[in-house]
């Protein structure tokens, strides 16, 4: 019946247009996106350098799922399910922590960090430990990035791994640490939220700390640009081709987008005076002025690979109305706080540019609930949501067993 | 299935006595009354002295559905869904404010103070912006007060205009200014609210405030009231007839009640010494002994109109257990605060009366979720709930689609 | 449709293992608990000194149910629906507090101790106020214990009270009072709460406070347990034979349980020091160390009776993930505060062990949302839970009108 409705709804939608009213705000739709979505795709949890060494965890909640990731002994990222097997209580507890093995707080059932139990105190003769392991969780890491899936069969990661490391790997993401984290709450839909990121369009009067240095133009040849932003264009992607660094778009479709674009006229860092946010470079850089690489992979995960720091962006849904956003800053391994650094130089911008988008998903979630609502069309320079929306349509007919409905633009 | 359910409950009910439990407590009969009373009916929304100028705007939410109410250059006052045309972010985000056009704060689409859509930037070449304005709300003025309803074809005012106006007129509200408001949210249902409002049964024991001032009685020939209130009623309306103050009930139905009645000896407004509120005296008024006008409209709306001021009332359902109250007092455009009127000595007693109330109907609401609830009889000076339940269950009957069930009181 | 689903949850069960996930975390299994369970069985509603003279009251809440428990002017305990015969207020607003007659504060109907209108104010001629009494719940007290049913045909509680009033009575539950009472809300659903305080197999990592004292063995021949407690069973089990007080398990099945266990060595009582916690002992007790009755009873109290204070808890539940806990201490009645007993050193065991319970609690029930939840086997110390899940499933079971399915424990 929940298919049913889903499927009327996607009849209805247009391409090119925000969704239909149901698919932002009804809870039953979102039960649906996390079946459809979260629980069958890739996600990105963290970077392997908020686990550098074995037993380090982070967790993570996927919908009503508590997820650890880790790093076993043998160096290797893997991820269980974070629910024992004697009573299903969650067994780390912390948002990031370090456990020689995984003791389970409530009655020490002790798992190994690739998930067998290996202790079960008080169980009678015979208690056949093997068939207790905790429940796997796929992983891939990509350039310091891991991936998680909680699916049985997972999709194939590796046109999106090769489509992203040229770009990525240059910054060398192993030689990094975290700087920073942030997560905050907003009362909004994941899918107004991941729309909010897509576009520009509402940069100009809403965000002016993060256009001290970022342009607003999401392509090379974006016809809103100015023959001025062409200049910059030209002389960026002359210096980084020197370099060989690539920057022309990834052929990611509606999967992934990958970039790399120039920030303005003597700027080089995300930061509110323009100028670099850590004087230690990434990797092997010498050059400053490297734009960004601009990375989004569906359903909820963007990046920004600078010279001198990366970005990490993970939205995660709570309920059809709140959804969470963490961000994490990482400088190069040897950057020394307060010498090469300062955190808040570092941070702000995009502290001040997650409020006040927090800000803008929440009064768009507020008008969407409005019975007069109407899907509108998207403006040219939001065509990275009529991809978003096109993606998420086929996801959702897929699981509501229709064809993909792949309705033309206008 | 719903209809059928409340079909059911409507059977259930008595005449004369309070609902059947899940017409209080219910959140699926909740999204009842929104679509069958507040999506359908004439509603409150503001005095039109909070919206004096051009431009001034007032917000509000029916239910899921976020509303702005304005003055528009012609001076006339309208009202639309304030959710935009693009991508239905909230418009106008402040509760009061003045815009001199309608700027969505997400992408900047400009909406004319009629709708109209005046410009959408970097959209394409040859985009209609005709066809996205914004979708109006019926409004109408009667004596000051805003009535917007969400209907497509609204039912008529004219009878409740007719009524009211020759009561209302003489105090000249449109010559009055705000002088403060206050919005509390009660942990009850909307008609629990309601129903407190209208009986004076439980004034006795709970509103020594309101009682300095305020008969208890609802007619002038209440069978409880005692000689001495008949002797009061005589000098009144003896007096009122000099004035030609209109003061008898009007024929408002189960729609309205209109009526003039005095305060008690020796007193003259809502005040806690019963002296008046505000010296400037609302109109042409020279006699501060007026008594007040009271005034209730279903769904949801009180007022009272006295010598010095006036106080409206509005209800807003939040969900079946949450409910928003917001109260205005208005006083003479010329009155000065700190010359000729004090904002506590003018509030104090229904600051307090309010706050009472809010008790008293949560209470209510707490013990109308027992399973043993029982409906109860209404006693007869509880007249006006039998009223409002029949109007209510004549709603919810040509919601259901069954004819309207009018059950003889006892 | 809701009894078809738990009918098949049933049929997934297996006995000795937790139980499937939705039995935890489901909103409508919730309301299918409280009809199954709360409005039929008996439930602990306080202790019979805490409202010790005619007119004394204290109110709880039975799922939406408000209750009010008081002592009529017989010196009889009674109990009513708190909710208003005539629109439904709640009319006992305090936790505890005392009223010559029950006055409801809305519109002051007036009901004497037994439940009948004495007197409606203002109701027409030829009320019948005989029509109109509160609703009655049973009510009946065992050693100091007031236990109450929704039910209209309450079952039978003779064999509990047979059970254990031989162990209860010597504690003269009748002389004490209250000294200290601790009310707490737990985010887990109402059986984690009660599966976790039906084993100690979880207090050694735990529960420091509580292990001072208490020995984490439910049975006089625990096979856990080590020779050194079986000399402390025997030397305490021959002290109490002198003192002609029981000890050995009653044969409660999985409806209760009642047992006299021993401190450990050189501990008397649930203090952090190991010491009395008040020197007055209870009723005509001149020995200290007579360890503790342990007593639980269906669906949701456990209590303990010591030589110096008697301790009673009480679960409620709120809605599938939240669940309150009401804590009861009570010493002889004329020890004296400050100079017999201390609150801190009588309550502080207690007051810890109970939020580390609530955490774990907590813990388990966010481990149990997951997709990856599988109930797991009881350890051979948790046949407590055995007994508690069988026992749920049986009124589950009768519920859905389904046999009681006993399935054979591993
Ligand atoms: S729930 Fe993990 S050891 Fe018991
Ligand atoms: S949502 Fe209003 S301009 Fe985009
Ligand atoms: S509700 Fe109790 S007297 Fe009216
Ligand atoms: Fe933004
Ligand atoms: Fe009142
Ligand atoms: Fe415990």
Redesign the interface.
């Known amino acids: 019946m929940l298919k049913e409705r889903i499927a009327g709804l996607l009849d209805q939608r247009l391409s090119g247009h ?1 969704l239909p009213r149901d698919f932002y ?1 009804d809870e039953q739709v979102f039960q649906a996106d996390i079946e459809a979505v979260f ?1 069958t795709d890739w996600l990105f949890a963290c970077s392997t350098v908020e686990i550098p060494r074995p037993g380090d965890y982070l967790t993570l909640r996927v919908g ?3 997820i650890v990731v880790l790093r076993n002994r043998e160096g290797e990222v893997v991820a269980f ?11 780390c ?1 912390k948002e990031r922590g370090r456990a020689n093995r995984l003791v389970c ?4 059932w002790v798992y190994e960090l690739d998930g067998s139990l290996i202790n ?1 105190r ?3 003769e015979g ?1 056949d430990t093997s068939a ?1 392991s905790l ?1 796997p969780v796929h992983v891939e890491v990509i350039c310091g990035m891991v991936y998680i899936c909680l699916a049985d069969e997972p999709p194939s990661l590796e046109r999106f791994r090769a489509g992203v490391t040229p770009y990525i790997a240059p910054h060398m993401p192993d030689r990094t640490k975290v700087a920073f984290t942030s997560t905050i709450v907003e009362e909004a839909n994941w899918k107004l939220v991941i ?1 909010n990121n897509r576009e520009c ?2 940069c ?3 965000h002016p700390e993060l256009l001290v240095s970022m342009v607003e133009f999401a392509l090379p040849d974006d016809p ?1 640009a100015k023959t001025q932003f062409q200049g910059l264009m030209d002389r960026s992607t002359a210096r980084w081709d020197a370099l060989e660094l690539p920057h022309k778009p990834a052929d990611g479709g509606i999967e992934f987008r990958c970039i790399r674009l120039p920030f303005n006229e003597n700027t080089v860092s995300f930061t509110t005076d323009g100028k670099p946010a850590c004087n230690k470079l990434l990797g092997d850089f010498t050059e400053q002025d490297l734009g960004s690489v601009r990375m989004f992979r569906v359903p909820h995960n963007w990046n920004h690979f600078l010279s001198d720091h990366i970005i990490h962006f993970r939205v995660l849904p709570i309920s059809a109305n709140r959804t969470e956003l963490r961000t994490t800053w990482l400088v190069h391994e040897d950057a020394v706080e307060g010498v090469d650094y300062d955190v808040e130089h570092l941070t702000e911008v995009w502290m001040a540019t997650n409020s006040e988008d927090g800000m ?1 998903a929440e ?2 979630h ?16 939001e065509f990275m949501l009529t991809h978003f929306t096109d993606w998420y349509a086929g996801k959702m007919g897929d699981y509501v067993g229709t064809p993909h409905r792949a309705v033309a633009a206008e």
Do not use: W
Request: hydrophobic share 25%.
């Open positions: 925000s705000v629980e009503h799922n508590p399910h974070n629910t024992c097997r004697h009573r299903g209580s969650q067994i507890l707080p409530y009655h020490q079960a008080q169980m009678p208690f207790y429940a729309e369009y509402h100009a009067a809403n809103q803008l009064n768009n507020r008008g969407v609930l409005s019975r007069a609502y109407r899907p509108g069309p998207y403006a040219p320079s």
